[in-house]
């Protein structure tokens, strides 16, 4: 219900990560002792955990926990068993090192041998026979490391063992998954000469390189014609010796609606690996390389799969699962920590959509599992459910340390220029978005990154105008801002907010925002030129993310970071909302979003403040609609009530699997209508297969769900909350009707001949009894204005202060003591003000009521390019723990890093420099005097770098005959100096995919 509703017949699985593991504690400080809680939604396979454990010193002082989320059951199915095994080899008297190699094989292969087939069977036995029960799975010795969040979650995962279990018996011989994958491959256009630029994302320096394109795409080839990695001789050879090996069973069962074998055709293991010093070597033939890449990979695996081990026998890592939607999870995370959510329990009740399963975790006592957390990593989640569905979801779960981060990641391509992407996925103003949230990107804050977003930007582009969806991958780190400013640390209560705004501000604020958000598809005006964008040029905001739920989650955000009279506010947007003629097709939602603002207790409006039957009275009159009718069924209604439909299946014919190629991912959403008066929709809906029992008397229902969903029998399940008063309306019950309606969008043509210009799927009436029902509770149970100023005003209470603040002769001053603080300071008294984001102290404005002893200090927000903010601070350093971390820019284990070859250096290093400057930086460079004293600073630090490391390698501004290599640097001015660096290599960042890291002697 928090997500739009999409049927999904074309499924793809996706068992391996398709971008390189990322270190999950970058922003973490080396120092940190305790416990770190690490929250992984739409987590994938483990590669990130297990590379972050890799990244940190094994030590009994920190420990470690994870939770982890995904949608789809198989791929934590397949986690657990992969991290179960490693830590179980003994009862299957197999060495530690012929454990590695088989869990290698299972985890990546998609045909593997009759020994790793034997061992996959033999663990599973040992897995099934420690979870009868949820409680048996804590008594085993797997629970110490390995916890479920929900019991739900062992169910699913317990079903898939036994699927695994099952197919093990049948040794279904490996050619069969070849055919199944081979076909897939050629379906998609894939030949034999093909370039397929998504692997340059693993091999750092080298991502523009020709000649990497070719053997990653001659690795990726080779994996899907062969099952093995990198399509390698080695493992071709032996399966070849064992008469071809078997189907892994690991890849071949998913979720997928048809049950057919669901990979995504552009999966690669290697993609999930850092392959820069493998790619270093240019001379390898192509079969060679193949060998080099899948060794390479392998023996990455293999470190990270020892350090778990070691972690895993110190007990200093614990991972709790949850299968499950991740904005449904944190909703509920947020209301076990916090004890209040402002999205009401009803609208997140159910573990998933296509479900019937109640969200119910159960976290065994332990409150910590829940949050705040240290880090949360969203990976590319976002592109499914939506940006701003995705952070009031988790930024209220996000701690208040200085190191606290929360990682979002985008794959799809957003907008057509890269410095357009925050505010394009926004829909806002990034600084009023920002105050709003409590959050901000790093790399808008201080202007620096080390994430390698050059590349992408590159490669995305290739796909413009093609008319298919491009991808660039962006990971953006987002913090608190006020974290990284030590003046403002010790000043900020983190309890309640700090700014308040004018509530008529805040709804013209979020009715622009409103209207941003949905007049792509709901501003008729410009459908056309919007129809004709997506043909040629499709980006992620075609996908239709958002519903009047993200509103209400919205105003949920700021609530928790705002001080305003949320009452007036409400008032007033849903005023500004009803006047609106804009978004004309929007005005079929206000109903919704009025239901949804009273179930989340935000707002009421008139007609949900009455009984239902005075309501549609003042609805019947107000349209001069005479009548108003009663339901014999409901004698008495609540005011909102569950309107639960069953939708027979033959009404479904119409998405034939034959045709799913023709109809992709329809949206589908539920309609209240009675003919001339009345056209509501509700977009925040859930469905799920089975059969609907209903309690005529108490007017309650459950669901028994019939898992087998698409392929089953069972009718289909829609629920909504809505406005009981619509049923009266009319002459008779059966004048308002309820149905199952497909979104209008370009993309549903097809469907245009078959349901008319309405698109009803389905359509009933109440007078229906069998098919509707009302139930009491769900079964189960233009650019927009910006906040551009703050004001903060302090009160001295103390009778010194007090005295001497009314001493018309002491002058008051007010001067900017860090990026979000400023100090007042008047005769012996000093106060620090701590702001939510940076400022520019520069312009501020002071109000000084010396008698009421108050002072109120206005100051504007300070601008990335400006000269203040955290231009003042670019590399802020915060103490934690005894020691010093850079904050917004994390930190590299070099010792972990792979040495960069002085050969691969001189070939990319300089261009690969050339895109570490921003647009206007390149500009500002052709026109010095355009430079302020800060950004002058940031440029000829990065000019700096870039001059040593060129030198270091021997492509320095030296006489042209003697091109020496220098490792010994000193940074002066007028001859003098007071840093000098000896530099020893230079190496990879396996993280960010830059090569800009020396090791010093």
Same mark, same amino acid.
Request: charged share 20%; net charge neutral.
């Given at each position: 219900?928090?997500?739009?509703?999409?049927?999904?017949?074309?499924?793809?699985?996706?068992?391996?990560?398709?971008?390189?593991?990322?270190?999950?504690?970058?922003?973490?400080?080396?120092?940190?002792?305790?416990?770190?809680?690490?929250?992984?939604?739409?987590?994938?396979?483990?590669?990130?955990?297990?590379?972050?454990?890799?990244?940190?010193?094994?030590?009994?002082?920190?420990?470690?926990?994870?939770?982890?989320?995904?949608?789809?059951?198989?791929?934590?199915?397949?986690?657990?068993?992969?991290?179960?095994?490693?830590?179980?080899?003994?009862?299957?008297?197999?060495?530690?090192?012929?454990?590695?190699?088989?869990?290698?094989?299972?985890?990546?292969?998609?045909?593997?041998?009759?020994?790793?087939?034997?061992?996959?069977?033999?663990?599973?036995?040992?897995?099934?026979?420690?979870?009868?029960?949820?409680?048996?799975?804590?008594?085993?010795?797997?629970?110490?490391?390995?916890?479920?969040?929900?019991?739900?979650?062992?169910?699913?995962?317990?079903?898939?063992?036994?699927?695994?279990?099952?197919?093990?018996?049948?040794?279904?011989?490996?050619?069969?998954?070849?055919?199944?994958?081979?076909?897939?491959?050629?379906?998609?256009?894939?030949?034999?000469?093909?370039?397929?630029?998504?692997?340059?994302?693993?091999?750092?320096?080298?991502?523009?390189?020709?000649?990497?394109?070719?053997?990653?795409?001659?690795?990726?080839?080779?994996?899907?014609?062969?099952?093995?990695?990198?399509?390698?001789?080695?493992?071709?050879?032996?399966?070849?010796?064992?008469?071809?090996?078997?189907?892994?069973?690991?890849?071949?069962?998913?979720?997928?609606?048809?049950?057919?074998?669901?990979?995504?055709?552009?999966?690669?293991?290697?993609?999930?690996?850092?392959?820069?010093?493998?790619?270093?070597?240019?001379?390898?033939?192509?079969?060679?390389?193949?060998?080099?890449?899948?060794?390479?990979?392998?023996?990455?695996?293999?470190?990270?799969?020892?350090?778990?081990?070691?972690?895993?026998?110190?007990?200093?890592?614990?991972?709790?699962?949850?299968?499950?939607?991740?904005?449904?999870?944190?909703?509920?995370?947020?209301?076990?920590?916090?004890?209040?959510?402002?999205?009401?329990?009803?609208?997140?009740?159910?573990?998933?959509?296509?479900?019937?399963?109640?969200?119910?975790?159960?976290?065994?006592?332990?409150?910590?599992?829940?949050?705040?957390?240290?880090?949360?990593?969203?990976?590319?989640?976002?592109?499914?459910?939506?940006?701003?569905?995705?952070?009031?979801?988790?930024?209220?779960?996000?701690?208040?340390?200085?190191?606290?981060?929360?990682?979002?990641?985008?794959?799809?391509?957003?907008?057509?220029?890269?410095?357009?992407?925050?505010?394009?996925?926004?829909?806002?103003?990034?600084?009023?978005?920002?105050?709003?949230?409590?959050?901000?990107?790093?790399?808008?804050?201080?202007?620096?990154?080390?994430?390698?977003?050059?590349?992408?930007?590159?490669?995305?582009?290739?796909?413009?105008?093609?008319?298919?969806?491009?991808?660039?991958?962006?990971?953006?780190?987002?913090?608190?801002?006020?974290?990284?400013?030590?003046?403002?640390?010790?000043?900020?209560?983190?309890?309640?907010?700090?700014?308040?705004?004018?509530?008529?501000?805040?709804?013209?604020?979020?009715?622009?925002?409103?209207?941003?958000?949905?007049?792509?598809?709901?501003?008729?005006?410009?459908?056309?030129?919007?129809?004709?964008?997506?043909?040629?040029?499709?980006?992620?905001?075609?996908?239709?993310?958002?519903?009047?739920?993200?509103?209400?989650?919205?105003?949920?955000?700021?609530?928790?970071?705002?001080?305003?009279?949320?009452?007036?506010?409400?008032?007033?947007? %849903? @005023?500004? &909302?009803?006047? !609106?003629?804009?978004?004309?097709? $929007?005005?079929?939602? *206000?109903?919704?979003? +009025?239901?949804?603002?009273?179930?989340?207790?935000?707002?009421?409006?008139?007609?949900?403040?009455?009984?239902?039957?005075?309501?549609?009275?003042?609805?019947?009159?107000?349209?001069?609609?005479?009548?108003?009718?009663?339901?014999?069924?409901?004698?008495?209604?609540?005011?909102?009530?569950?309107?639960?439909?069953?939708?027979?299946?033959?009404?479904?014919?119409?998405?034939?699997?034959?045709?799913?190629?023709?109809?992709?991912?329809?949206?589908?959403?539920?309609?209240?209508?009675?003919?001339?008066?009345?056209?509501?929709?509700?977009?925040?809906?859930?469905?799920?297969?089975?059969?609907?029992?209903?309690?005529?008397?108490?007017? %309650? @229902?459950? &669901?028994?769900? !019939?898992?087998?969903?698409?392929? $089953?029998?069972?009718? *289909?399940?829609?629920? +909504?909350?809505?406005?009981?008063?619509?049923?009266?309306?009319?002459?008779?019950?059966?004048?308002?009707?309820?149905?199952?309606?497909?979104?209008?969008?370009?993309?549903?043509?097809?469907?245009?001949?078959?349901?008319?210009?309405?698109?009803?799927?389905?359509?009933?009436?109440?007078?229906?009894?069998?098919?509707?029902?009302?139930?009491?509770?769900?079964?189960?149970?233009?650019?927009?204005?910006?906040?551009?100023?703050?004001?903060?005003?302090?009160?001295?209470?103390?009778?010194?202060?007090?005295?001497?603040?009314?001493?018309?002769?002491?002058?008051?001053?007010?001067?900017?003591?860090?990026?979000?603080?400023?100090?007042?300071?008047? @005769?012996?008294?000093?106060?620090?003000?701590?702001?939510?984001?940076?400022?520019?102290?520069?312009?501020?404005?002071?109000?000084?009521?010396?008698?009421?002893?108050?002072?109120?200090?206005?100051?504007?927000?300070?601008?990335?390019?400006?000269?203040?903010?955290?231009?003042?601070?670019?590399?802020?350093?915060?103490?934690?723990?005894?020691?010093?971390?850079?904050?917004?820019?994390?930190?590299?284990?070099?010792?972990?890093?792979?040495?960069?070859?002085?050969?691969?250096?001189?070939?990319?290093?300089?261009?690969?420099?050339?895109?570490?400057?921003?647009?206007?930086?390149?500009?500002?460079?052709?026109?010095?005097?355009?430079?302020?004293?800060?950004?002058?600073?940031?440029?000829?630090?990065?000019?700096?770098?870039?001059?040593?490391?060129?030198?270091?390698?021997?492509?320095?501004?030296?006489?042209?005959?003697?091109?020496?290599?220098?490792?010994?640097?000193?940074?002066?001015?007028?001859?003098?100096?007071?840093?000098?660096?000896?530099?020893?290599?230079?190496?990879?960042?396996?993280?960010?995919?830059?090569?800009?890291?020396?090791?010093?002697?």
């Amino acid at each position: 219900m928090l997500i739009p509703t999409h049927i999904r017949l074309r499924y793809w699985f996706y068992p391996i990560g398709n971008t390189p593991a990322v270190d999950l504690l970058r922003h973490s400080p080396l120092s940190s002792r305790g416990q770190t809680s690490v929250l992984s939604l739409g987590c994938g396979d483990v590669r990130n955990v297990l590379f972050t454990l890799w990244t940190e010193r094994t030590t009994t002082d920190r420990s470690y926990t994870f939770k982890t989320c995904d949608s789809e059951p198989a791929v934590l199915a397949r986690n657990i068993f992969l991290l179960s095994f490693l830590t179980s080899y003994g009862p299957y008297s197999i060495s530690p090192a012929e454990t590695l190699k088989i869990c290698w094989e299972l985890y990546y292969h998609l045909v593997i041998s009759e020994k790793a087939l034997a061992a996959l069977q033999a663990h599973l036995v040992a897995l099934l026979n420690s979870v009868r029960t949820i409680e048996d799975w804590q008594k085993s010795a797997y629970a110490a490391h390995l916890k479920f969040l929900s019991k739900s979650t062992l169910v699913e995962v317990v079903k898939f063992w036994r699927l695994y279990l099952n197919a093990c018996t049948q040794e279904t011989k490996g050619r069969s998954i070849l055919e199944e994958s081979r076909r897939l491959f050629s379906q998609r256009g894939f030949d034999e000469e093909g370039i397929f630029l998504h692997g340059g994302r693993c091999a750092g320096i080298h991502a523009l390189s020709t000649g990497c394109s070719k053997a990653l795409s001659d690795a990726f080839r080779g994996y899907w014609q062969t099952g093995v990695v990198a399509g390698n001789q080695s493992d071709v050879s032996a399966l070849e010796k064992g008469h071809g090996g078997f189907a892994n069973p690991l890849f071949r069962l998913s979720s997928a609606p048809l049950a057919n074998f669901a990979v995504h055709y552009g999966s690669d293991p290697l993609l999930g690996f850092h392959l820069a010093g493998v790619l270093d070597d240019t001379t390898a033939s192509t079969s060679a390389m193949a060998e080099h890449l899948a060794t390479g990979a392998k023996g990455q695996f293999v470190k990270w799969c020892e350090s778990f081990r070691q972690h895993v026998e110190l007990k200093t890592v614990k991972l709790y699962f949850h299968c499950g939607e991740a904005v449904s999870l944190c909703y509920a995370l947020q209301q076990k920590v916090r004890r209040y959510c402002s999205v009401a329990k009803s609208l997140h009740r159910y573990s998933c959509p296509w479900c019937a399963t109640l969200l119910q975790l159960d976290a065994h006592g332990h409150l910590d599992a829940c949050g705040p957390f240290d880090v949360i990593d969203t990976s590319n989640i976002s592109d499914h459910v939506g940006f701003l569905n995705l952070m009031p979801a988790t930024v209220p779960l996000l701690g208040t340390k200085s190191n606290s981060v929360l990682y979002v990641e985008t794959l799809l391509r957003s907008s057509n220029k890269t410095t357009d992407y925050l505010p394009t996925i926004l829909h806002a103003d990034i600084a009023t978005f920002c105050l709003i949230a409590g959050v901000a990107p790093t790399i808008y804050l201080t202007g620096s990154t080390s994430e390698d977003f050059g590349s992408e930007a590159v490669l995305g582009h290739s796909k413009r105008d093609t008319g298919t969806m491009g991808q660039s991958r962006f990971r953006v780190a987002w913090q608190r801002p006020w974290t990284g400013d030590p003046s403002a640390i010790a000043q900020v209560d983190i309890t309640s907010p700090t700014i308040a705004i004018d509530p008529g501000d805040m709804a013209r604020v979020f009715f622009q925002w409103y209207l941003q958000i949905f007049s792509e598809f709901e501003d008729m005006t410009n459908q056309l030129y919007v129809h004709f964008r997506r043909v040629v040029n499709p980006l992620s905001r075609d996908l239709g993310h958002y519903t009047r739920m993200t509103i209400v989650s919205l105003i949920g955000l700021a609530q928790k970071n705002i001080c305003c009279d949320w009452r007036s506010f409400t008032e007033a947007l %849903v @005023g500004h &909302i009803q006047r !609106d003629k804009t978004l004309i097709v $929007g005005s079929n939602s *206000l109903q919704e979003l +009025c239901t949804l603002l009273h179930l989340s207790g935000m707002h009421t409006a008139s007609m949900l403040d009455k009984t239902p039957f005075a309501a549609a009275q003042g609805f019947a009159s107000a349209i001069a609609c005479p009548t108003v009718s009663s339901i014999e069924r409901y004698p008495t209604l609540p005011n909102v009530v569950a309107v639960a439909m069953v939708i027979p299946r033959g009404s479904l014919r119409i998405f034939d699997p034959i045709d799913i190629d023709r109809f992709g991912t329809p949206g589908l959403h539920m309609a209240l209508h009675c003919s001339g008066i009345l056209e509501n929709s509700f977009f925040s809906i859930h469905l799920c297969f089975g059969r609907l029992e209903v309690d005529e008397g108490q007017h %309650v @229902g459950i &669901i028994k769900e !019939d898992e087998k969903g698409w392929q $089953g029998h069972s009718d *289909l399940i829609a629920i +909504c909350l809505a406005p009981a008063f619509q049923f009266l309306i009319g002459r008779g019950a059966d004048d308002v009707h309820v149905a199952l309606v497909l979104n209008s969008s370009a993309a549903d043509y097809h469907f245009v001949p078959i349901l008319g210009p309405s698109m009803r799927v389905y359509d009933t009436s109440i007078t229906d009894r069998q098919n509707l029902h009302l139930l009491r509770s769900l079964p189960g149970d233009a650019e927009g204005p910006s906040l551009d100023l703050l004001t903060i005003r302090t009160k001295f209470t103390d009778e010194t202060e007090s005295r001497d603040l009314q001493n018309q002769e002491l002058k008051v001053k007010i001067v900017q003591e860090g990026p979000c603080a400023m100090r007042i300071t008047f @005769g012996s008294h000093s106060k620090v003000l701590a702001f939510p984001f940076p400022v520019d102290g520069a312009h501020s404005k002071t109000t000084i009521a010396r008698r009421k002893s108050w002072i109120e200090v206005t100051v504007p927000l300070s601008s990335p390019t400006g000269s203040h903010g955290y231009n003042m601070r670019p590399f802020s350093m915060i103490s934690a723990g005894g020691y010093l971390n850079c904050w917004g820019l994390g930190r590299v284990n070099l010792a972990k890093q792979p040495i960069l070859p002085l050969s691969t250096a001189r070939r990319y290093l300089s261009g690969f420099l050339g895109m570490t400057l921003s647009e206007a930086e390149h500009k500002t460079r052709q026109n010095p005097s355009a430079l302020t004293d800060s950004t002058r600073v940031l440029l000829e630090l990065k000019e700096s770098l870039a001059a040593i490391m060129l030198t270091f390698i021997g492509q320095g501004k030296v006489p042209k005959d003697v091109a020496r290599r220098y490792s010994a640097f000193r940074l002066a001015k007028d001859n003098d100096s007071d840093l000098l660096i000896f530099a020893n290599s230079l190496r990879h960042d396996r993280g960010s995919g830059s090569p800009v890291h020396f090791e010093e002697l």
